[in-house]
């Protein structure tokens, strides 16, 4: 028998996307709105700015903004995150990065699952910021073993999905019309369930101990709580918010806003409050918010370093979580802080601060072997000119403030765990990718390309 042909898992991943959003959209209305105002914002910034119009159609970015989403879901088992792991290998997505969230009071540690080479994230730059509740955080020994039993009851995958992925890790892959079926059975995951599989006081007992246990515990599956499209001007889309009925959280999080925008910016609007059938009795859960995000230069070690430090000297100033009431001090201090950080590309490269795709000019390509030889020449020479590598990851202090502005203010509890990547990792059954290095090797790439055309 001849053997069917497999398909890209960057195509998979790409139909999945849209499947996702599709579902969420029809879920969530608001979404929709959202998705509309992006998409208005994001033609009106490229009509009314040229130069960013080119820049993103010489980088690509402009074939995958419409597309570009990140979500993110809650686990509570090793079995749920190792299995997650092999579903969204399927995707072509892996484990980037190792986030802790309990300094900001949050009991889970993360990872984003997400194509790693340049040419899969033209495809489809898809992520989800995948956590893993840690059971060991729920003090009371009693409640504790109740999660667990709980958790151990579901079965949070279809048995076709498992069978789908085993098939494709048996064969190296899935043929088109496997694929579609993966797609819609791997959609059943994700899903929002109206009922939930504890009582209402089991449920407010899982919420008292933190409303993120009751939101895992409680129900069949992890549920995607938000879908995240990508805007070219968050400032612009935070104030027109408001005129569409949504209200935003008090502030950006993430660096402010500069003329060469770096890593992330993010903004979210608060959770819906939606029925819920416990198994004796009617009542709600929120969960499920808005977000929006506006993506630029990746940073390096060095340029990491300095955004870290300007922006906890920033936080520290402020003395406070930022919130309503300090927001306009907040904008200012981060303003005032992130002066010491260089605005425009060339600074950020001779620093070393920032990741950047090198590419031959028409001036080097006439050029040709009669170019000089170092990059730092050629670059100085117009031989070769550099674009912004996209940041494709998350940020941990801001992800906390997107979690906090979600849980509510009674979320604020404090742990006395920190980080543990090695337990993360082996719930997980892989290591995480350094997403620093991903970086560099990007870079890398292209710079080997520059230096062999202008060599033969
Ligand atoms: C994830 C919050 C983090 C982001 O964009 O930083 C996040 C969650 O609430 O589960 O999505
Ligand atoms: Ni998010």
């Known amino acids: 028998m001849p053997t069917p042909r497999l398909i890209s898992p960057d195509a998979i991943r790409k139909d999945f996307s849209r499947a996702m959003s599709d579902m969420y959209r029809e879920e969530v209305p608001l979404y929709g709105a959202l998705l509309e105002l992006v998409a208005d914002t994001n033609a009106r910034v490229l009509a009314s700015d040229p130069a960013l119009a080119r ?23 090793a079995y749920e ?40 994230l033209q495809t489809s730059p898809f992520r989800v910021f995948t956590s893993l509740l840690r059971l060991e955080l729920i003090e009371n020994l009693e409640l504790r073993a109740f999660a667990e039993a709980a958790l151990a009851k579901r079965s949070i995958f279809t048995p076709r999905a498992l069978a789908l992925i085993e098939q494709a890790e048996a064969d190296g892959g899935l043929n088109a019309s496997d694929a579609q079926a993966f797609i819609q059975q791997a959609l059943e995951t994700f899903r929002w369930h ?28 992890p549920h995607i709580n938000h879908l995240t499209p990508r805007t070219l001007d968050i400032d612009r889309v935070q104030a027109d918010m408001p005129g569409k009925g949504i209200t935003p959280k008090a502030v950006i999080e993430g660096p402010p806003r500069r003329q060469c925008p770096i890593l992330l910016r993010q903004t979210s609007f608060k ?43 920033a936080r520290d100033e402020l003395g406070a979580f930022p919130n309503e009431a300090n927001a306009q001090r907040y904008t200012d201090l981060m303003e005032q802080h992130f002066q010491a950080f260089p605005d425009n590309h060339r600074a950020m490269r001779e620093q070393g601060l920032a990741f950047f795709r090198y590419g031959v000019t028409d001036k080097g390509r006439a050029a040709g072997k009669g170019a ?19 940041y494709e990851d998350f940020l941990p202090v801001s992800a906390a403030g997107i979690f906090q502005s979600n849980l509510g203010d009674a979320a604020q509890n404090h742990y006395t765990a920190n980080a543990n990547q090695a337990e993360f990792e082996q719930a997980l059954g892989r290591q995480t990718l350094d997403e620093l290095q991903l970086y560099a090797d990007t870079q890398q790439r ?5 230096l062999q055309a202008l060599r033969t």
Not at 446 to 450: E, G, K, N, P
């Open 55 to 77: 820049q993103l159609q010489r980088t690509g970015e402009i074939q995958r903004l419409d597309r570009e989403r990140h979500g993110a879901i809650r686990l509570g088992s």
């Open 372 to 390: 000089p030889q170092s990059l730092d020449a050629l670059v100085e020479a117009g031989y070769v000119d550099i674009e912004p590598l996209v």
């Open 446 to 450: 292209s710079i080997d390309t520059c």
């Open 271 to 313: 959770a819906l409050d939606e029925a819920i059938a416990f198994t004796d009795a009617k009542g709600s859960h929120s969960a499920r918010f808005g977000e929006i995000e506006q993506r630029g230069v990746a940073l390096t070690p060095k340029g990491r370093a300095l955004y870290d430090q300007l922006l906890n000297a």
């Open 194 to 221: 109206h009922t939930a599989t504890v009582s209402a006081a089991q449920y407010q007992q899982l919420s008292d101990q933190h409303r993120l246990i009751a939101d895992v515990v409680a129900f069949k599956g």
């Open 81 to 120: 995150l190792a299995t997650i792991r092999r579903l969204f290998a399927v995707m072509g997505m892996q484990p980037v990065g190792y986030y802790d969230l309990t300094p900001a009071g949050v009991p889970v540690h993360a990872t984003a699952f997400r194509a790693v080479h340049e040419s899969a």
